[in-house]
T-cell receptor
C-alpha cells in the first residue's frame, strides 16, 4: 500500500538527549514536511523540503534539524536545544508544481515525551 | 496566524447532516479553501478543496459563498466515525512553500 510511515508511534527520551524521528513515503512525492502539534492546538510547520538535498525552515525550526538525502525519507532530529520537545510530531508529503493536485498526505505521527 | 475562523465545537446526531462553517473574510483571489480532519491521535486527512464553485466528493460537499468570505463543509449523513477535529485552511494552490496554516479547528462530536 502507498503511504507515509512514521516510527516509532511513541518515543520516550531523557532531557538533554538528541532523538531522531523517522519518516518514509512511497508515494513518489517530491515535497515532505514536518509539523508539531501541542495539545488542543493546530499543527505548526517545523521544516519542509521540496526536493532532495534541499530544505527550508518553517515557523518553529529552532532546536530541530533535518536531512533529505533520499526522496522517500525525511528524518527529523530533535536536539537538546529544543526547550519544550514533548509533543506530537507529524510528517507529510505532497506533489509539487502549480499544476499538481497537491494536497498533503500525513503519516500517523510520533508522540515524543521527554522525561 | 490562521486566516480562518471556526467555531471551537459542534454536535451532530448520527445520520443527520453536519454543517461546519468557516469564515475567511480576507481570502485572496488566488487562494483556495481546503478542509482537513484529524481523528484523535492520528494524522490529518484531506477532505476536499474549492476555489469559488461548490464541490462534492465521496466524503463531503463544500459550499463557498459568492463573495468567498465564508464556506460550509457538509457531511451529508454523519456517522460516529466522523467524530474529529475539522480544519478549514486557505492557501495558494501550488505555492512552492506548501505550508498549511492550521487554526484550532472545529471539534465535531457525532452522537448516537
Amino acid at each position: 500500500d502507498g503511504g507515509i510511515t512514521q516510527s516509532p508511534k511513541y518515543l520516550f527520551r531523557k532531557e538533554g538527549q538528541n532523538v531522531t524521528l523517522s519518516c518514509e513515503q512511497n508515494l513518489n512525492h517530491d515535497a515532505m514536511y514536518w509539523y508539531r502539534q501541542d495539545p488542543g492546538q493546530g499543527l505548526r510547520l517545523i521544516y519542509y523540503s521540496q526536493i532532495v538535498n534541499d530544505f527550508q525552515k518553517g515557523d518553529i525550526a529552532e532546536g530541530y534539524s533535518v536531512s533529505r538525502e533520499k526522496k522517500e525519507s525525511f528524518p527529523l532530529t530533535v536536539t537538546s536545544a529544543q526547550k519544550n520537545p514533548t509533543a506530537f510530531y507529524l510528517c507529510a508529503s505532497s506533489q509539487t508544481g502549480t499544476g499538481a493536485y497537491n494536497e498533503q498526505f500525513f503519516g500517523p505521527g510520533t508522540r515524543l515525551t521527554v522525561l | 496566524d490562521a486566516k480562518t475562523t471556526q467555531p471551537p465545537s459542534m454536535d451532530c446526531a448520527e445520520g443527520r447532516a453536519a454543517n461546519l462553517p468557516c469564515n475567511h473574510s480576507t481570502i485572496s483571489g488566488n487562494e483556495y479553501v481546503y478542509w482537513y480532519r484529524q481523528i484523535h491521535s492520528q494524522g490529518p486527512q484531506y477532505i476536499i478543496h474549492g476555489l469559488k464553485n461548490n464541490e462534492t466528493n465521496e466524503m463531503a460537499s463544500l459550499i463557498i459563498t459568492e463573495d468567498r468570505k465564508s464556506s460550509t463543509l457538509i457531511l451529508p449523513h454523519a456517522t460516529l466515525r466522523d467524530t474529529a477535529v475539522y480544519y478549514c485552511i486557505v492557501r495558494v494552490r501550488g505555492n512552492q512553500g506548501g505550508k498549511l496554516i492550521f487554526g484550532q479547528g472545529t471539534e465535531l462530536s457525532v452522537k448516537p
